[in-house]
């Protein structure tokens, strides 16, 4: 037996329940796992409140790192004392201790604690791909990322600076304000009391920016690409807000020929060449000193719905980690 959150039903945090479950040995294929740290990000908000729907009961959670414990038919690549981290594969990542398949798996470098590892994987991957794939961000260019000092926010901040690029950041208050400064933003808008569309014009001489990052979704969607520059592009990859409404196809047009993708992790993780080759560059990011993932929130894994809590009240900084 272990230990892990579970939800019979959507909605408020209150769902999220702490129960006893079975643990069998891995069948092939499989590694278990004994978590060190587990990763909190919004989607697992999205899966909760049944936004993104699940079949249900069902675990929670995309992401942690952890020790393997044990592994099943077939799997070489690991073994067990193998430290290692995973952001993909079925929910149930806020456990104590799971089974899930060894092709999620990447091994944790030394230099890479288990709570970097956890709070990391996911928004820092997603990072990467929305710079280097996305729209890969060339030196000198001006780009506007929404929810600055927020988990994503502040890995995509620090990762545009050392791309070159000149970065515009919006957060909701004046303590996040300072944060985002920090991070490197060049300007920073409190886009919950400042137009940010009049400001963008303002700091780019009118011409826009040439990509917008949008996590927040149905509020900033229309404003994000009236701040974009002729031919830019709009990226929505979150609906903090709530999913963005349908749109006249013309708008783009009228905007100056703009670009809009929505796209999501999975996609850029799909083979496993890919998910190697973008952690890699991400532990080699943090782990050169080059990019501080920061932890500002620890809770206790049972406590996970007051984890959900202070994510959707704009009370959280950076990453945030559950401690089995
Ligand atoms: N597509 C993908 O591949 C992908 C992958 C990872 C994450 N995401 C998305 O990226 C976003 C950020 O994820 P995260 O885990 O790093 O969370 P986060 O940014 O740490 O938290 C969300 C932030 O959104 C802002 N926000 C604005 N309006 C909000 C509202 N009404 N309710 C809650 N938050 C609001 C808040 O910052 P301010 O107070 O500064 O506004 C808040 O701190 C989410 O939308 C998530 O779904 C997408």
Partial sequence: MTHAIRFHRTGSPEVLQWEAVDLPPPTAGEVRLRHHAV????????????????????????????????????VD????GDRVAYTSGPLGAYAEARNIEARHLVRLPENISFEQGAAMMLQGITAHYLLHATYP?????T??????????????VQWAKLLGATVIGTVGNEEKAVRARALGCDHVIVYSREDFVGRVREITAG?????????????????SIASLRRRGTMVSYGNATGPVAPFDCALLQKSGSIFVTRPGLFDYIATRDELCERSAALFEVVGSGRLRV?????????DAAQAHRDLEARKTT????LLP
Avoid at 146 to 156: D, E, F, P, Q, W
Avoid at 212 to 221: E, H, K, L, P
Avoid at 318 to 321: C, P
């Fill in 39 to 74: 990763g909190l990000n919004f989607i697992d908000t999205y899966h909760r409140s049944g936004l993104y729907p699940l079949p249900l009961p069902s675990g929670i959670g995309l992401e942690a790192a952890g020790v393997v414990e044990a592994v099943g038919e077939g």
């Fill in 77 to 80: 690549a690991f073994a067990p």
């Fill in 137 to 141: 961000v060339k030196a000198g260019e």
């Fill in 143 to 156: 780009i506007l990322v929404h929810a600055a000092a927020g988990g994503v926010g502040s890995i995509l």
């Fill in 207 to 223: 011409e826009g920016v040439a990509v917008v990052y949008d996590s927040v979704g149905r509020d900033t969607f229309l404003h």
């Fill in 294 to 302: 920061e932890i500002n929130q620890r809770y206790a894994l049972s």
């Fill in 318 to 321: 950076g990453s945030t980690i």
